[in-house]
């Protein structure tokens, strides 16, 4: 907790209590965690646009015929880096499954690789959701939290 620092923001009374009851409504105890994941949510989308490495999830659904080529889209060509960190496979229901894969790499790359999928004949349905960005050089991700709730919310 030493590393924190505090500084004060001027808001307009009207954004603030619209910020206010949204955070509320998100399940957040305080302003401060919900300035510190918006400000991840900017780096992590300006880590995207630069093409700097990132930490996402690609969740696809397709018919059951199709899998073997969703794998093998997803495996790296001779030279390429290893996209694919893990993935779960489910089976929906009698004609469609779902994997979700879990990724690291450049913005470019991981763009690419959901294009070709997204493309596959079978493929009912394709989303990337860039959640990190990674540190140079290393394996450390800066994590994002995905705030789940507040899409489901928006949506239904």
């Not at 991840?40 to 990132?54: E, I, K, N, Q, S």
Request: with cysteine; aromatic share 4%.
């Amino acid at each position: 907790m030493s590393d924190l620092v505090r500084f004060g923001v001027a808001m307009d009374r009207a954004l603030l209590t619209e910020f206010d009851r949204r955070i509320a409504a998100l399940g957040y105890e305080n302003r401060s965690e919900a300035i510190r994941d918006l400000v991840r949510a900017d780096l992590t989308r300006a880590a995207w646009d630069r093409g700097a490495a990132v930490v996402a999830t690609l969740s696809v659904v397709y018919k059951p015929h199709v899998r073997a080529e969703v794998l093998r889209l997803a495996e790296p060509e001779p030279g390429e880096a290893e996209l694919l960190v893990a993935s779960q496979h489910v089976r929906i229901d009698h004609d469609r499954c779902l994997d979700t894969m879990i990724l690291r790499g450049h913005a470019e790359s991981l763009a690419s690789l959901a294009g070709k999928i997204a493309g596959t004949k079978g493929v009912l349905a394709c989303e990337l959701n860039v959640t990190a960005s990674v540190a140079d050089d290393t394996n450390e991700a800066r994590v994002s939290p995905s705030r789940d709730r507040d899409r489901d919310q928006e949506q239904g």
